[in-house]
């Protein structure tokens, strides 16, 4: 479906010259009513400036803009980091007539260089004067580094007869693996619900999505995913039933806009969704899946189109589960490659290696132990991934 900006929500993205060609880099979220936010942040130990600063003001539970620039992560840059990320905040705030500590802050881009702070002060009366309700795409080509297509989409939802949409925005092709956020993510509700009640669907709905890709098995010191909901649908999600439908529309959003990141992944060319059954527990499936799905032996060999089963069984084994090489079966597709842990010749390497070739396609692993089941969403690891981290400083 095309994207539908939530009512009382406006957006922009300007090029303010944060980067070093004349591209949009610097973004702005605005609600006209203070809304609702939760927020989940990098577990990583080294964490950029704006995450510091918002992890701080999110706990109000209370925002009405959010500020965010490309090209610069404002991270390992000291105290200094930390007063630009808040004079980013206090400039929007000024600009936009409202409390500096209703502005939350994000960045993406190099690590280690200051804000351009005298780009971003300039380029802030431009800013604003270019918010509208249909400034989605602006705001989604703002937030792109190595990204080569913006990464939006909507959804629709209805509670006790009252509709509300939900409409996300990402970024994200490099330095992503499952461990919370991975990228940077925009979500808005019109929904009327608590920010307690939006992080209960925020974080079960990463665990599902999110924390489902891998690209390259890195993550950033800047992940960050917000959400706000400014109310003004009437829908109210406070009770069992209203949260379930939520739930769904939230999950719907987040699962698209994962698979939108992992498509669009540094170099890649094939999505693969590895999925493994019959563990001893889901946990034990998760493992396994996440092994084979951050292989550089088994990415480069989707690369390449080889049917090197091998390689995945091999990542099987050192998953660290309980797992009996004897019970292993294997598909492509509905290809089967190996059966109680024995390959199935060299005939059914043909039509497996077709099934590579194609953009999208699955890897199912079946270790017969159990009823444990978990899945991944993967990529292939390409000659172009390594050329793009080679020199992405120039």
């Known amino acids: 479906m095309g994207i539908i900006m939530c009512p009382g929500f406006e ?6 010259g944060i980067k070093k060609k004349d591209k949009k880099d610097l973004g702005l979220i605005f609600s006209r009513v203070p809304a609702n936010v939760a927020g989940v942040f990098t577990r990583n130990r080294v964490k950029a400036a704006p995450v510091i600063l918002d992890r701080e003001r999110i706990k109000s539970g209370v925002c009405q803009a959010i500020i965010v620039n490309s090209g610069n992560a404002n991270c390992c840059t000291g105290e200094q980091g930390i007063r ?9 705030a000024s600009e936009l007539g409202i409390s500096k500590d ?24 431009n800013l604003v004067r270019s918010l509208q309700p249909g400034g989605i795409p602006d705001l989604a080509k703002s937030i792109m580094t190595t990204d080569t297509v913006p990464k939006m989409v909507s959804g629709q939802g209805v509670v006790e ?22 990228m940077l993510c925009f979500v808005f509700t019109d929904v009327n619900a608590a920010s307690d009640v939006l992080k209960e669907a925020l974080v079960p709905a990463i665990d599902r999505s999110f924390n489902r ?24 999600i406070e009770n069992s039933g209203h949260k379930e439908i939520f739930q769904k529309v939230i999950d719907r959003i987040f699962l698209d806009l994962a698979k939108q990141l992992v498509r669009d992944g540094e170099g890649v060319t ?13 946990s034990d499936a998760r493992k396994v899946a ?5 292989s550089p032996l088994v990415k480069t060999a989707f690369f ?11 990542a099987v084994g050192r998953a660290g589960v309980d797992v009996d090489p004897d019970r292993i079966d294997l598909y492509f597709d509905d290809v089967q490659m190996v059966k109680a842990g024995m390959g199935c010749g060299k005939g059914v390497e043909v039509e497996a290696t077709k099934v590579l070739k194609k953009s999208e396609f699955t890897v199912a692993v079946h270790l017969n132990m159990g009823q444990g089941f978990g899945s991944m969403i993967t990529c292939d690891f390409s000659v172009d991934y390594v050329k793009i981290n080679a020199d992405y400083r120039s």
């Open 11 to 16: 957006a922009a993205g300007i090029a303010a």
């Open 102 to 125: 209703l502005v939350l802050v994000a960045s993406t881009g190099v690590i280690g260089e200051p804000l351009p702070m005298e780009k971003i002060e300039s380029a802030m009366p």
């Open 304 to 314: 390449g189109e080889d049917a090197n089963w091998g390689r995945i069984v091999g």
């Open 290 to 294: 996440d092994t084979v799905a951050h």
């Open 270 to 282: 094939k999505l693969v969704e590895i999925i493994v059954r019959g563990a001893v527990s889901d």
């Open 84 to 92: 630009d990320a808040e004079t980013m905040a206090s400039l929007s």
């Open 161 to 182: 007869g009252k509709s509300f949409i939900v409409t996300g925005v990402a970024k994200g092709a490099g330095m992503i693996r499952p461990d919370l956020a991975t």
């Open 213 to 236: 890709i891998t690209i390259d098995g890195d993550t950033s010191t800047n992940d960050t995913v917000l959400m706000m909901a400014n109310g003004l649908s009437g829908a109210v």
